[in-house]
């Protein structure tokens, strides 16, 4: 299902109107130029820019839905609709290099913010789809569906997941559980954490402090929920469905 076929926005319309006479010297410092986007530096600052510019082609229906509704559900992680911007770079850091970092202006510490960030995005996100104009409203599967599996936000929270998943592996693999019950204690299907252990153990991928904050987690006891919460488990089968299906059609 394509949510988001086509973007509508502003168009650019050559001006043919006669004008007034004008020095050289107007016409010299008049003359339009077109300045080259900067490169980004880095893989964190491409996924960034990436984020950013979906959402803000989805950014026109967001607005005429806040105008119909009067009311948005994103806020809950500090911070409102204005700085999704803001929030899908904290995503993308995190997604590439495991960044920790609270911009100032959140409500909650890292990694915890995480998880009311990513509810901010895709309540932004549904609430455009939701208002995109001559659009049959689509149902809760759909949007599912659609987020997870389509866009290039809810690849980047499969990204965060697997990062915030694999500190907590290595936590638990470090007190000596078993992969049957790292299995067990993470909610994941059984032989997960066996088929991730031996490349995770060579190629963490994780830094030392969202190691830390994992092992304060199960030092106290709790179950550590936070990366159950960015991914619904439904989700996980059908991306893993069609990461196999994809990977079987590329043999033939």
């Given at each position: 299902?394509?949510?988001?076929?086509?973007?509508?926005?502003?168009?650019?319309?050559?001006?043919?109107?006669?004008?007034?006479?004008?020095?050289?010297?107007?016409?010299?410092?008049?003359?339009?130029?077109?300045?080259?986007?900067?490169?980004?530096?880095?893989?964190?600052?491409?996924?960034?820019?990436?984020?950013?510019?979906?959402?803000?082609?989805?950014?026109?229906?967001?607005?005429?839905?806040?105008?119909?509704?009067?009311?948005?559900?994103?806020?809950?992680?500090?911070?409102?609709?204005?700085?999704?911007?803001?929030?899908?770079?904290?995503?993308?850091?995190?997604?590439?290099?495991?960044?920790?970092?609270?911009?100032?202006?959140f409500s909650h510490p890292m990694p915890?913010?995480?998880?009311?960030?990513?509810?901010?995005?895709?309540?932004?996100?549904?609430?455009?789809?939701?208002?995109?104009?001559?659009?049959?409203?689509?149902?809760?599967?759909?949007?599912?569906?659609?987020?997870?599996?389509?866009?290039?936000?809810?690849?980047?929270?499969?990204?965060?997941?697997?990062?915030?998943?694999?500190?907590?592996?290595?936590?638990?693999?470090?007190?000596?559980?078993?992969?049957?019950?790292?299995?067990?204690?993470?909610?994941?299907?059984?032989?997960?954490?066996?088929?991730?252990?031996?490349?995770?153990?060579?190629?963490?991928?994780?830094?030392?402090?969202?190691?830390?904050?994992?092992?304060?987690?199960?030092?106290?006891?709790?179950?550590?929920?936070?990366?159950?919460?960015?991914?619904?488990?439904?989700?996980?089968?059908?991306?893993?469905?069609?990461?196999?299906?994809?990977?079987?059609?590329?043999?033939?």
């Open positions: 299902m394509a949510l988001v076929d086509q973007a509508s926005g502003p168009a650019l319309i050559d001006y043919n109107g006669e004008e007034g006479d004008d020095s050289v010297e107007d016409e010299a410092w008049s003359c339009p130029v077109t300045f080259p986007a900067p490169a980004p530096e880095s893989e964190a600052d491409a996924l960034t820019a990436q984020l950013q510019q979906e959402a803000q082609l989805l950014r026109p229906w967001f607005d005429e839905g806040l105008r119909t509704r009067g009311r948005t559900s994103v806020g809950t992680s500090g911070k409102g609709a204005d700085s999704v911007d803001e929030m899908l770079r904290v995503l993308a850091r995190f997604a590439v290099d495991g960044e920790l970092a609270v911009p100032d202006g915890q913010l995480l998880r009311f960030i990513t509810d901010d995005v895709r309540d932004f996100y549904n609430e455009a789809a939701i208002s995109k104009p001559g659009s049959k409203f689509p149902t809760p599967q759909e949007l599912l569906d659609w987020f997870f599996l389509e866009t290039v936000a809810g690849e980047v929270f499969y990204q965060v997941r697997e990062k915030l998943l694999a500190a907590d592996m290595l936590v638990l693999t470090a007190k000596g559980l078993e992969d049957d019950e790292i299995d067990v204690r993470l909610s994941l299907a059984k032989g997960t954490t066996a088929a991730k252990s031996v490349g995770l153990l060579k190629s963490p991928g994780v830094k030392r402090e969202l190691l830390q904050k994992s092992a304060e987690v199960f030092q106290a006891n709790q179950p550590n929920r936070l990366s159950w919460t960015i991914v619904p488990i439904a989700m996980r089968d059908c991306r893993d469905e069609r990461v196999a299906a994809r990977a079987e059609a590329g043999k033939g």
